[in-house]
């Protein structure tokens, strides 16, 4: 999801206009709300939209969607073609699509393959039987959700009779996802879908696009000379079926039907995710969680079909303020005192990568625990933010690196099941070797394997070299590795400890770590459906606290930091458990870091704060960005390195704050994964990104130099 953006409608017929979901070529699909509080998803048609012909002939394609049925596609709600613009209104699905799926997560196993096909060839079976061809079934129309795989986006769907929607020459379809029958222009059926569902298939088996990467001129140049690249799909059945679909004559692609045959019953029910990879089922779950709580709708837009104005007048009459850092004022010391404060981001627009970025001023509201002390952050004046410049970049291939830290004076970035060791100076890579999603503490990195699930291994980081492998139970480490002394933990559905020197295990706990482990002052602290606190030595439980669907706790400073699914911020001791303070107004997804005894929090308003870690009081507040995050249902990740705080911000920016104050240092234009910040070493700071690249960025001053406080 994405803020609206202006000029977006507040509604489209009787449906209260959210957020954003995604933009195509003919038009743009927004997040919206029925009179009756259910979630809907609303396509609005734009360019071709006042053209009558069209009109007729989305009209046309709205009652052949309608008449689609199937329980595994997105049903029609409602939909206005003589609308200006016209719009369809579909159920929403909460989820994530396969293509994101792919990218985030590698190729799926066998058996989760065999499901999704089976899934995806009943949906085209529905879709045809009603005359009905999709014409741009690709993995980011196929969206994974608690309740099975959802064929969606019939916006260029057409009724088998149908004449071409587009203007003479265009071209509908996505290159690597298209049939040749489409390149070529000449009329298409059912068969065309066939061949996508083909290139879809193998796309989720390797992770790969089966026709490669290029220009779009290249891949659609291979796919219709049929040069479909199936040496990763080793599975024999698998492998036949894809073949035979990706067939260059129509005439010789099986139907729908005949694949679900040939594909037989399958040993996986598809209501519910435990059909997919666990991971991918875990993030399932939580957009699905994270859906029963959809944004507020925004203030200040127009409605479509009235034009009157739905902007909140107290809201939009509120004081703008100088851009500055503005401190919270002196609090009661009532408990339950609540009060506002006023926060305002660094005021320079700055001009990075080609796109204007301005830190505008906001106003928010929060509540705050009852200070000890006064709050004594001061007010910074306005200044300038210059620019971080590019040192070296590295495409390493693949997507979206899992994890880019430090260790053994090298740059490690796990990416594509494949760990790489780069030279911090140069980009250079000095070792890689297969892995899947790890972490890194001194001189060892830690791994484990997606194929021998109760393999881990301990990797000498500057070498690359193998240390240990431990061989257990199959619980590998789903959470990072963190390492207590000479104790390495991990956990899933158990935590084990191992020891650092050699791999051998030292203890097992019956506790699970699904949601998160950490540690501080010789205590490992694991999440499930309870936070528990285990003495790292020997795994015996030293205290437990109970919490609601809470996710990633942070230990440090001998203090434990979790947020629980009703915004509250809990602060324990580490040594015994105990309750020390709370904070509202935050989130699950909130990031934490911690050093110095401040805590370092974030929220998917684009607000990092300075706690104190023994108290909750509030040192200072930042604003980075414009709150995108919370739509999208992320925050900013945090990154500490001594007295610097980096922020991977979700406006698509890397920014450096002096951890001591909250000044903004310096920015960097840059989509930062946001599996992990951004690393520094040396006079170096180091990023991932989106497109599966790692970046050297080279700071303006040096890193870890804050400026002097004014």
Request: net charge neutral; hydrophobic share 40%.
């Amino acid at each position: 999801m994405q803020p609206l953006e202006p000029g977006d409608p507040a509604w489209v017929g009787a449906y209260r206009v959210l957020a954003r979901l995604g933009m195509g070529g003919m038009g743009v699909v927004y997040l919206g709300r029925t009179p009756g509080s259910r979630l809907v998803a609303i396509k609005v048609v734009r360019g071709m939209g006042t053209d009558p012909e069209y009109r007729r002939r989305f009209a046309r394609e709205i009652r052949a969607a309608r008449s689609v049925s199937g329980t595994f596609t997105a049903p029609v709600v409602d939909a206005d073609p003589d609308a200006t613009p016209p719009w369809l209104v579909t159920a929403y699905l909460p989820g994530l699509s396969l293509d994101e799926a792919i990218r985030g997560f590698g190729g799926a196993p066998v058996g989760s393959v065999r499901a999704l096909a089976a899934g995806m060839a009943e949906a085209l079976a529905a879709i045809h039987r009603a005359g009905v061809v999709h014409r741009d079934f690709k993995p980011s129309n196929v969206m994974l959700t608690a309740g099975g795989p959802r064929v969606i986006d019939f916006g260029i769907a057409t009724p088998e009779d149908a004449t071409s929607i587009t203007r003479p020459g265009a071209f509908v379809g996505t290159p690597g996802f298209t049939s040749p029958e489409q390149i070529a222009g000449v009329r298409i059926g059912p068969a065309s879908d066939i061949f996508t569902f083909g290139a879809v298939l193998a796309y989720a088996a390797t992770g790969t696009e089966v026709f490669g990467a290029g220009s779009w001129q290249d891949r659609m140049e291979r796919v219709s000379a049929g040069r479909a690249e199936l040496s990763g799909v080793t599975d024999g059945d698998l492998h036949r079926l894809i073949s035979q679909c990706l067939r260059l004559d129509p005439r010789q692609r099986p139907s729908a039907e005949a694949v679900l045959a040939q594909l037989g019953p399958s040993q996986f029910s598809l209501q519910g995710t435990g059909w997919l990879p666990a991971a991918v089922a875990q993030e399932i779950d939580r957009r699905t969680a994270l859906a029963r709580h959809p944004p507020s709708p925004p203030v200040g837009q127009l409605s479509v079909l009235t034009g009157e104005p739905t902007a909140d007048p107290v809201v939009m009459g509120l004081p703008t303020v100088d851009p500055t850092i503005v401190p919270a004022p002196p609090a009661p010391r009532s408990p339950l005192s609540r009060r506002s404060f006023v926060i305002g981001a660094v005021g320079a627009s700055v001009l990075a990568g080609g796109v204007a970025v301005g830190l505008a001023t906001t106003q928010h509201r929060a509540r705050q625990p009852a200070p000890s002390t006064t709050e004594a952050a001061r007010a910074l004046p306005s200044v300038s933010v210059p620019l971080a410049s590019l040192k070296w970049t590295v495409r390493l291939g693949g997507y979206f690196p899992d994890v880019v830290t430090m260790a053994g004076g090298l740059v490690l970035v796990w990416i594509d099941k494949t760990i790489h060791a780069l030279d911090p100076a140069t980009g250079r890579q000095r070792w890689s070797r297969a892995g899947s999603r790890g972490s890194a503490t001194g001189d060892l990195a830690y791994t484990s394997d997606a194929t021998q699930l109760q393999l881990l291994t301990a990797i000498h980081a500057s070498s690359g070299a193998t240390a240990w492998t431990y061989v257990g139970e199959p619980d590998y480490p789903d959470s990072d590795v963190v390492v207590a002394g000479s104790v390495a933990c991990f956990g899933y559905e158990r935590t084990h400890g191992l020891s650092v020197s050699s791999g051998s295990p030292l203890w097992t706990a019956n506790f699970g770590a699904k949601e998160g482990i950490d540690t501080t002052a010789g205590v490992v602290v694991v999440l499930q459906d309870v936070l528990v606190g285990l003495e790292a030595s020997t795994g015996r439980k030293k205290w437990s606290y109970q919490i609601a669907d809470a996710l990633f706790p942070l230990a440090g400073d001998a203090m434990v930091f979790v947020c629980d699914k009703q915004g509250t911020l809990h602060a324990l001791r580490a040594d015994n458990g105990q309750h020390v303070w709370q904070r509202s107004d935050y989130d699950l997804t909130s990031g934490f870091q911690c050093g110095s005894g401040i805590l370092y929090t974030t929220r998917p308003d684009g607000q990092v704060r300075a706690l104190r870690t023994r108290t909750g009081e509030l040192v200072w507040s930042q604003q980075v960005g414009h709150g995108e995050g919370r739509v999208a249902g992320t925050s900013n990740m945090l990154t500490l390195t001594g007295t610097m705080l980096y922020v991977a911000g979700t406006d698509k920016m890397t920014y450096a704050l002096d951890a001591t104050s909250g000044r903004v240092l310096w920015t960097y234009a840059a989509d930062v994964m946001h599996n992990g910040g951004p690393v520094a070493a040396g006079a170096l700071v180091f990023i991932g990104t989106r497109d599966g690249s790692v970046q050297a960025i080279s700071p303006p001053t040096p890193v870890g130099a804050a400026s002097a406080s004014p």
